[in-house]
């Protein structure tokens, strides 16, 4: 079994700054990684996947990066619609599993 | 537009069946695999299943936390994926979304459309 480690728990930043999350899994995952946003009331929505690829609609600020075992989202310039929890996220074939690492908040400092 | 829309969720005893429905729309259903995710009240997300397209077989798959009491199922005529969860525990609360299974770089991994999610209630 895969897992997905977030760091920080909580990041306590303002608006305009960059924001840097971290994913590690406990075994290679190659590029196979999502990061979703999640803003409070709602279901998750896809931000990236392929590590670094942008799903539509998503903004430039937002970037990823990494392979292997160790992955960031970065944020460069926090926007208000911006503070919420992010979620990694990805699958391993045999046995067939899906899984989220716990996530990160942004919230306002 | 890609729409999910989830329903069916509610009030159930433990040990009680809930069958939940995800209505979809804006895209080709039977071209995709679709997979259920479920988070308890203040708690992570959890993958709970998915079923392939028929192109794939149509199997299912799920977590070890539900297998043997849940089932996935789909009619690509309707465009419906179904939940069927029997034997429910409070361990089982929390709201529970659709989800389209993305493609990219050879694999189905991500969830790139998600419904807004039925909440599922276990007490007596």
């Known amino acids: 079994e895969i897992v997905l480690t977030q760091s920080p728990a909580t990041l306590s930043l303002s608006p305009g700054e960059r924001a840097i999350l971290s994913c590690r899994a406990s075994?290679?995952?190659?590029?196979?990684l999502a990061w979703y946003q999640q803003k409070p009331g709602q279901t998750p929505r896809l931000l990236m996947y392929?590590?670094?690829k942008r799903a539509t609609g998503i903004p430039a600020r937002f970037s990823g990066s990494g392979s292997g075992t160790d992955f960031t989202l970065t944020i460069s310039s926090l926007e208000p619609e911006d503070f919420a929890v992010y979620y990694c996220q990805q699958r391993t074939n045999w046995p067939a599993d899906f899984t989220f690492g716990p996530g990160t908040k942004v919230d306002i400092k | 537009e890609v729409q999910l829309v989830e329903s069916g969720g509610g009030l159930v005893q433990p040990g009680r069946s809930l069958r939940l429905s995800c209505a979809a729309s804006?895209?080709?259903?039977?071209?995709?695999?679709m997979s259920w995710v479920r988070q308890a009240p203040g708690k992570g997300l959890e993958w709970v299943g998915f079923i392939r397209s028929k192109a794939f077989g149509g199997t299912t798959e799920y977590a070890a936390s539900v297998k043997g009491r849940f089932t996935i199922s789909r009619d690509d005529s309707k465009s419906i994926a179904y939940l069927q969860m029997n034997s429910l525990t409070a361990e089982d609360a929390g709201v529970y979304s659709c989800n389209r299974v993305g493609y990219a770089s050879g694999r189905y991994y991500f969830f790139d459309y998600w419904g807004q999610g039925t909440l599922v209630t276990v007490s007596s």
């Open positions: 075994q290679s995952i190659s590029s196979f």
């Open positions: 392929d590590a670094s």
């Open positions: 804006g895209f080709t259903f039977g071209d995709y695999a």
